[in-house]
């Protein structure tokens, strides 16, 4: 039952995304270790209330529990981006495409972080890379 629920409140969170691409995204990881996906809920209230630092708290606990969920590492990558650590939203966004078995949801969604934190830093070649990755990937 927590599996299911976790799973539900990942989706939604992807469709609410502010910053994620313009058309809803959905997948199929869940999160499987139950303390993971408690830190997980923890962030989603704390993102519910613009307390980004808080939710960045949470995920980064998420993270040591689950190290290699996309799903956590991208929302974790999000959270940066929105407190303007632009490398580590990158990096996490990377580290998230490793790990997502080439889920072209998710990859497309990770692509989408790295095309704002390049931008957020003046990378303006490095955006236009990004915007390549994900055009590629709408065509698949």
Same mark, same amino acid.
């Given at each position: 039952m927590i599996k299911k629920l976790l799973f539900l409140i990942f989706i939604l969170t992807l469709i609410s995304c502010q910053s994620a691409p313009d058309k809803p995204l959905q997948h199929t990881w869940v999160i499987q270790n139950p303390e993971a996906g408690k830190m997980w809920q923890l962030s989603e209230d704390a993102i519910k209330k613009n307390e980004y630092f808080k939710a960045d708290?949470?995920?980064?606990?998420?993270?040591?529990? =689950?190290?290699?969920?996309?799903?956590?590492? =991208?929302? *974790?990558?999000?959270?940066?981006?929105?407190?303007?650590?632009? %490398?580590?939203?990158?990096?996490?966004?990377?580290? =998230?495409?490793?790990?997502?078995?080439?889920?072209?949801? %998710?990859?497309?969604?990770?692509? =989408? %972080?790295?095309? *704002?934190?390049r931008t957020q830093r003046g990378d303006i070649p490095g955006a236009k890379e990004a915007q390549l990755q994900i055009q590629k990937l709408m065509l698949k």
């Open positions: 708290e949470y995920l980064t606990q998420a993270q040591k529990l =689950s190290p290699k969920n996309p799903a956590i590492l =991208s929302r *974790h990558a999000e959270v940066k981006l929105r407190i303007r650590k632009s %490398i580590l939203a990158e990096n996490l966004a990377m580290k =998230s495409n490793s790990f997502a078995n080439n889920e072209k949801n %998710i990859v497309y969604r990770n692509w =989408s %972080i790295i095309e *704002h934190a």
